[in-house]
């Protein structure tokens, strides 16, 4: 089973709602004697889920792609190369190839198409991944883009492949906020995702194109309303009129704001939020459950 916690706008407490959420699953599957878990923190641009769930890491691993390295004795610059690229990442001009790494998805036609085989790939260091144990033995990654890097997906799907080995267990994994290829690449091949929103204009608005993510991919959604005191009521009647399942209301208070400041889990400052996780953990499962039914 494969959670996704997505939210579109930035901010709204998608990390809060994912760390507590995984905490109580872990709680409800230990009573079962039955921890088969992982937490992935997808969002490789600003990591945050470690601030709460403090995992004790134990590997490190490089990411990287291939990008083209050109050698100008052998090129006739016939500028095929710069034809086959789909993402302008290589340019001929006039007696000059022009090699542009950071827009490079090092897919690696040029080096096939070369008929003078004057490109070669060299390795190409964007980020890595880290990977540990949480509650002393359920298991945990994340990645980091290094700066100033814009592509994400190698790093993400780095992280993701964790759930090569936890195809039996419980995985959430929290995306990064948006809806570009960084959130599609996270909740792609899941089966449920939690969108967290709040009840403003930019909140709503991002809730609307995050929804619409799910219903792309095909992957059953609802909502956590976040802050809920603090605005009005058109996120709540959105939900209602597209039939999304509204799971759990959160307003806003200053013990939360202060406990999660300092790294504190949500179902920690307020117990009583713990079987409400517990509840979206029962909803999800059910339509999990039931959509396999319907294959």
Known sequence: MKIAVASGKGG??????????????????????????VFLDCDVEAPNAHLFLTPEIKDKQEVSIKIPSVDEAKCTHCGLCAEVCQFNAIAVIGKKVLVFPQLCHGCGSCALMCPEKAISEVKNTIGYTESGKVFSDIDFAHGYLNIGEPMAIPVISNVKSKLDDHKNGIAVLDASPGTSCPVVETIRDTDFVLLVTEPTPFGLHDLKLAFEVAKILKVPAAVVINRSNIGDNSVQEFCDSNDIPVLMSIPYEKRIAEGIAVGKLLIDIVPEYKEKFENIFLHISNVIDNNEGQV
Do not use: C, P, Q, Y
């Open 12 to 37: 709204t407490g998608k990390t809060t709602v994912a760390t507590s959420l995984f905490k109580s699953i872990s709680d409800i599957k230990r009573t079962k004697n039955d921890a088969e878990m």
